[in-house]
Structure formats: C-alpha cells, structure tokens
C-alpha cells in the first residue's frame, strides 16, 4: 500500500497554490477569453474583424459578469454589509488600501467560479458609497434588478452580431429595452449620489474613476447598442456587424 509522504502533501499545498490567482488577474481572463474567442468565431463566419463587433463583444462580457455580481449583491447583502464595515474598520479612510486589497486579493479556480468571494467588490464599493452595502437604497435595488433582467438579452444580442439564432425583431426589441434600461438606470443612479452629496470626503480622483468612468462605461455603450440595434432595423439584418 502506498502511503502519502509530507513531501507529497507539501506537493498537493504547491499544486493548489499554484493554481490560484489575483482577483484582478482572474477578472481580466473572464473577460479576454471570451472576447477573444467571440471575435475569432466571427472572424472565421465572415473573414472580417469589425469594430462595432469587437467593442460590443467587450461590453457584453463586461455586463454579463457585473449582471452576476448584481445578482449576488442580492443574494449575499448580509455578508456584504458585514464585510463593509470590517474593511472600513480596517483601513479607517484609507480608500486607496482598500481598493489594492480587492485587486490583489487571492482566489483560487473553485472560489472564482462561485459568487460570494466576488462580494468584496461591493463592500470595497461601499467605501467609495455606502449605498450598496444598505439594503433600503436604490443603488441597491437598481443593480440587482439591472443583475436577473439583463444578463439573458446581453448574452442574446451577444450572439446575434454573428450567428442568427433568435428572430431579428425579438432581439432588437428586448436589446433597445435593455440598453435603454442600463442608461437610464446609470443616469438616475448619477443624479441620485450627486443630488444627496455623496461625493462629499472623496477627491476628484475617485468621483471621477469610480463614479464618472467606471458608471460611464453604462451610459456610452448603451447608447452605442441603441445606436446599432436601430442600424440593424433599417438594414433587417446584423449586416453593420459583418462587414
């Protein structure tokens, strides 16, 4: 009978660190690998790397994991609202800390593909607004909503740039919805932490990163997707994607 020597348990410890990465680090292969491969899939269907393609692509990847982490602010809030105010014990303003902490937090392959070891993005979030570690805000329940009713019609019109799969009006009409939905949601959300002075203790820095850019991504590539969805309905095809 063959036993397990330390050497071989210390082999398994090497293995399973191994394995493990960043979180920033997982997050950029989430997002590379299927961007990557959509635009290779499309490549090879009609022998052209389109740009409207290859941005929607990334956006589409993008929103179909924040959908996943609004699903799971939902789903863990408790652990999100108790892990707030442990990291804001901690690091005691020190926001700059905090937000390296989330990127270079540690996570090994059987975690990244669960949701609840992502939840530290929205207790680090609550740092920069509180909203989204309190249950009674609309922060909260606009992204949780955005989360369970956007994924689906991102994944479809995702599809639909190069295979037709679904009817074209049935993925028009539930893109413009969609990203009609993630603009105006994105507007009021601005508004909302503006109007009721959220900014107040952050720099221009973090207002414009984490507020200013990181929101923007959902106010300029909805109104791209509107923009397309309509050029799809004048042509009654996905042709603007194909060329």
Request: proline share 3%; charged share 15%; net charge positive.
């Amino acid at each position: 009978m063959l036993r397990k020597t330390n050497c071989d348990r210390d082999s398994q410890y090497i293995v399973y660190f191994r394995i493990s990465m960043l979180l920033y680090q997982f997050l950029v292969v989430l997002i590379l690998i299927p961007v990557s491969a959509s635009i290779y899939i499309h490549y090879i269907l009609y022998n052209t790397v389109n740009i409207w393609q290859v941005l929607m692509s990334f956006f589409c990847a993008l929103n179909t994991i924040i959908s996943l982490w609004e699903i799971g602010l939902g789903l863990h809030i408790t652990f999100i609202e108790r892990e707030a105010k442990r990291l804001k014990e901690k690091y005691r303003g020190n926001r700059g800390a905090a937000l390296l902490g989330f990127f270079v937090h540690p996570l090994n392959i059987s975690d990244a593909f669960t949701l609840k070891p992502w939840m530290i993005v929205w207790s680090t979030y609550s740092i920069y607004d509180p909203s989204y570690s309190n249950r009674e805000s609309f922060g909260f329940f606009v992204d949780v909503g955005n989360g369970w009713s956007t994924i689906l019609p991102t994944l479809a019109f995702w599809m639909s740039m190069s295979i037709d799969i679904f009817p074209l009006k049935f993925v028009l009409l539930i893109s413009i919805l969609t990203f009609y939905q993630e603009f105006y949601g994105t507007v009021i959300y601005i508004a909302s932490f503006v109007f009721n002075r959220r900014f107040t203790g952050l720099n221009f820095s973090e207002v414009y990163l984490f507020i200013g850019f990181a929101n923007g991504l959902w106010i300029v590539f909805p109104l791209i997707g509107i923009y397309l969805c309509v050029a799809v309905l004048e042509r009654n095809s996905f042709s603007i994607f194909r060329i």
